[in-house]
Every structure is written in C-alpha cells, then in structure tokens.
C-alpha cells in the first residue's frame, strides 16, 4: 500500500464529546475527499495520509473503515447523494423541457467541477465490480448507487412527454440513453478538453436522446 501522505495536520484532533463518535466517520470521509481532489489520485487516499489530515493515529480509522476500499466506498456513496441533491435543485418551476436540460446542464458541470470523484465513482482504484466480488459491498448496494440521481432524471423526462414534448414510449430505458450520453460527453470533455466539441453539442444530444419534438 502507498504511504503518500497529504499536509500534516495543524494540530492533534479534538476528542469528540460522548455521544459524538460518529462525528470521527465523517472526519474521515471528508478528508479522503479533499486528499483526492488535491492530488488528482486515488493513491493518495492512504490510511496514514487520511489520519494525518485530521491529526489522529492511523489506528483509530479501522473502529470505521478496515481498509482504503470502503474509504472509497463511502467518498463514493457520499458523491452520488451530492449529485442528486445537484440535480434536484437545478430543476425548477420552468417548462418541463427547460427543467430536462437544467437537470443534464448540472450533471455536465458536476462531471467537470468535480472530476476526480466523478471519475472514481464510475471506476478507478474503487471498482464496483471487484467490491462485490470482495463484499465490501453487497450487489444490491452496488446497484442502488446513483438510482436516486437517475430516478430525478427519468422524472423530468416524464414531465416532457406529459407535456407533450417528447415521443418516448420508455422513459426509463431513454433516460439510461442519455445518461450513456451525459457520461460519455463528461469523460471525453476531460480526457480530450482540446478537442472541438461543437457549442451545442449538449443540447443536440439531449433533444436526440430524449427524444425532444420541436
């Protein structure tokens, strides 16, 4: 395991008042996330570097997390919650094509103002597929994991075709076909950010993957 260690703490931790143990778990979850926008690599999410962070001994993190897997797990479970409430909150009380297009606007600007957990929740050094098979997590959890973000998605679909303003027959399967898009345009934004993506690619996207009339 790579010991990188981030900045040293500025002093050693506060002892949580009784009754505030949990305050610990959060602790640490915050500081693999700040370690991992820092760096740009989940390599530098140690234990020893995420101890140092807060000012506490290694040792005190296996009463949570017993390795830098269900770290990951967790700055992975807390990124998905965040991109829902982003989504949710892009949509307001506009026509339902406008709430469509906000809610696909702040999914690409959650991609790209938070690229190295957006990266690590769809693969990376935490792998959905290899924690299941190791039980970190169960399957179901692994699969529940950005269902709520897609559920808020599908609805603004719905709220097109209600309207009038998309021929979907499946808004469930349409919505995971622009999802695919979404994705595919956020990663290749970051990996190609060179290339001449035409200004209105998003929305030529959008109106083709929902199934956008007029």
């Known amino acids: 395991m790579s010991t990188t260690a981030g900045p040293a703490a500025t002093g050693p931790r506060e002892r949580n008042r009784r009754g505030h143990g949990g305050r610990l778990r959060t602790d640490i979850v915050a500081a693999a996330a700040e370690l991992l926008d820092e760096a740009g690599n989940e390599q530098a999410v140690t234990l020893r570097a995420v101890a140092r962070r807060i000012g506490i001994a290694a040792p005190s993190i296996y009463a949570h997390f017993p390795d830098r ?10 990124a ?19 709430r469509l297009r906000a809610a696909c606007a702040a999914y690409l600007d959650f991609a790209a103002t938070r690229p190295q957990r957006y990266r690590v929740m769809f693969g990376g050094l935490w792998n959905a597929g290899d924690a299941v098979d190791g039980a970190t997590v169960s399957a179901t959890e692994a699969t529940a994991l950005g269902q709520d973000a897609l559920a808020v998605l599908v609805t603004a679909l719905d709220g097109c075709v209600a309207a009038g303003h998309s021929t979907s027959t499946d808004t469930t399967a349409d919505t995971i076909a622009l999802w695919l898009g979404l994705h595919g345009l956020a990663h290749q934004r970051t990996v190609a950010p060179g290339f001449p993506f035409p200004a209105d690619i998003a929305d030529r996207m959008i109106s083709s993957l929902a199934r956008l009339t007029g």
């Open 69 to 78: 897997q269900t770290i990951l797990l967790a700055v992975v479970q807390d």
């Open 80 to 98: 998905f919650t965040e991109l829902t409430d982003t989504l949710r909150a892009a949509i307001g009380a506009d026509e339902a094509v406008t």
